[in-house]
Nanobody, 118 residues
Framework: QVQLAESGGGLVEPGGSLRLSCAAS????????MGWYRQAPGKQRELVAT???????RYADSVEDRFHISRNNAKNTVDLEMNSLKPEDTAVYYC????????????WGQGIQVTVSS
């Protein structure tokens, strides 16, 4: 059974940087999409960034020039480097792993708080 473990996050001042990491353990993942979503209070969960096992990335418009997602297929990890953080980036960030081929998966991490405030 695959499990996701998230780390990083915390409190940072506007303009600062943070790095989130997510590791998938339990079995070889193979072809998949890993990424980060976030949910702010009173809002729906939204995509932040994803990366396929082939290296194709996708970003939300609001973060494209500030965040960078990277993946290590050998280690089954995905990192999100967040720069020039804004108060509106405050949210709980969730790691996601999705496979659409057998064995299919759609897994979520427990979530990690990111707070941008002075």
């Amino acid at each position: 059974q695959v499990q996701l473990a998230e780390s990083g996050g915390g409190l940072v001042e506007p303009g600062g940087s943070l790095r989130l990491s997510c590791a998938a353990s339990g079995r070889t993942i193979g072809a998949s999409i890993m990424g980060w979503y976030r949910q702010a209070p009173g809002k729906q969960r939204e995509l932040v960034a994803t990366v396929t096992s082939g290296g194709t990335t996708r970003y939300a418009d609001s973060v494209e020039d500030r965040f960078h997602i990277s993946r290590n297929n050998a280690k089954n990890t995905v990192d999100l480097e967040m720069n020039s953080l804004k108060p509106e980036d405050t949210a709980v960030y969730y790691c996601n792993l999705r496979r659409t081929v057998t064995p299919t998966m759609n897994l979520w991490g427990q979530g990690i708080q990111v707070t941008v405030s002075s």
